[in-house]
């Protein structure tokens, strides 16, 4: 039995070894089956240099050199010159029964705006006549005064007394006139519906009244009309604070207008503000326009300052400058039939179709004067 036990046990034990030699050549079968591959260098190509067959085909244009003084471009806004807002006002309350000018309108010098019927013209009237008649009175007893006082029949005390009251009775009509002027009535025709005229000529630009409203007193009370010479402008801009070495009190500046793009006013700067914005870090700039109709209220424009000193920068032809995705680029040729995309940052449009380079290219260069056909052709 002892033999049996020992002839299994060690026939399991050859087994054994032979089960973890296999084991162990199929773990390095494994291992050199999953090594990974070697390492390949790829070279990225340049993308901006391109290679055409036939560059004699692309006309070349030089950079050139120009003296310009820096612009700074801002935006303003049209409004109306304070100093030239005249307010339309009744200093007598009542109702308003007939307008006859509206919001926009241009008006002449005493031309009629609206009616009022007002009940402190009635009464102004009213004492007006009473102090007629008692004048009249206090007259006529002052001159039977001196006529009895000649013949003895009263004393003197009675005639300064009588003169006096004659005096203060003149006093009162001249007051009861001038409050009647003041009012706006006119003392010849007495009536008490009072007619608002234009103080000046211009135009309409509020109103705050409509047909049949109230008009109160002066106290918290809005101005019935507000009339503006339109004659001169204000144009108001935002200027940053890097920028303010760029405006100076009494220079001029260009104005240009979105609906007259070959139009160029000229504005001149009358008020730098003194307190700067301290949200966006802007001050005010107010610049003085002359209109001749074509500024309306609320218009956008845009102002251009110019710097003190001149500047050298470069041109080319606008047709060499490639606008591609938000960046401007041009094709500057190399040795072996190859060009160089270059990314420039183009500046202002100016005259004879050339375009202002602010960096990215120097005087002297050459680009390929037509960049869009050259790009075109390239992608074919």
């Not at 010098?109 to 019927?117: A, I, M, R, W």
């Not at 005390?157 to 006119?186: N, P, Q, S, W």
């Not at 135009?203 to 409509?210: A, E, K, L, R, W």
């Not at 270059?342 to 179709?353: H, I, P, Q, S, T």
């Amino acid at each position: 039995m002892n033999r049996i036990i020992i002839a299994v046990l060690a026939a399991l034990s050859i087994a054994a070894c032979l089960a973890l030699s296999a084991c162990g050549s199929k773990v390095q079968a494994d291992a050199k089956s999953e090594a990974p591959p070697a390492a390949v260098v790829e070279h990225e190509q340049d993308v901006n240099l391109v290679k055409v067959a036939d560059p004699s085909k692309f006309t070349l244009a030089t950079a050139l050199e120009t003296d310009r003084t820096p612009e700074l471009n801002v935006t303003g806004t049209v409004t109306a010159d304070i100093s030239r807002n005249i307010p339309v006002i009744s200093l007598a309350s009542g109702r308003i029964v007939e307008i006859d000018a509206r919001l926009g309108d241009t008006v002449t010098k005493g031309q009629l705006l609206l009616k009022v019927l007002s009940q402190d013209i009635a009464q102004a009237f009213s004492d007006y006549r009473q102090a007629v008649a008692d004048e009249t009175l206090s007259k006529a007893q002052f001159e039977r005064a001196k006529v009895l006082y000649e013949k003895g029949a009263i004393a003197q005390k009675d005639l300064e007394v009588a003169e006096d009251t004659d005096i203060k009775a003149k006093v009162t009509v001249e007051t009861a006139v001038e409050h009647l002027r003041v009012l706006g009535a006119d003392i010849d025709h007495p009536s008490s519906v009072i007619e608002i005229h234009a103080p000046v000529s211009g135009v309409i630009t509020d109103q705050q009244v409509t047909a049949a409203a109230g008009v109160k007193t002066l106290d918290n009370s809005p101005n019935l009309f507000t009339i503006s010479d339109l004659s001169h402008v204000w144009i108001v801009c935002d200027v940053y604070e890097n920028d303010l070495d760029f405006v100076r009190d009494g220079e001029f500046s260009d104005i240009h207008l979105n609906a007259y793009p070959n139009q160029v006013l000229k504005g001149r700067i009358s008020n730098i503000g003194p307190v700067l914005d301290p949200n966006i870090r802007t001050a005010k700039v107010r610049l003085e326009v002359e209109n001749s109709g074509k500024l309306r209220l609320g218009m956008f424009v845009t102002a251009t300052f110019h710097g003190m000193k001149k500047e050298v920068h470069t041109t080319v032809p606008a047709t060499a400058v490639l606008h591609l995705h938000d960046r401007d680029w041009v094709y500057v040729p190399e040795q072996g039939g190859e060009f160089r995309r270059v990314e420039v940052v183009g500046g202002n449009m100016l005259a004879d179709k050339q375009q202002e380079i602010q960096s990215g290219l120097t005087p002297g260069q050459q680009v390929v004067l037509n960049a869009l056909v050259f790009q075109n052709t390239v992608e074919q």
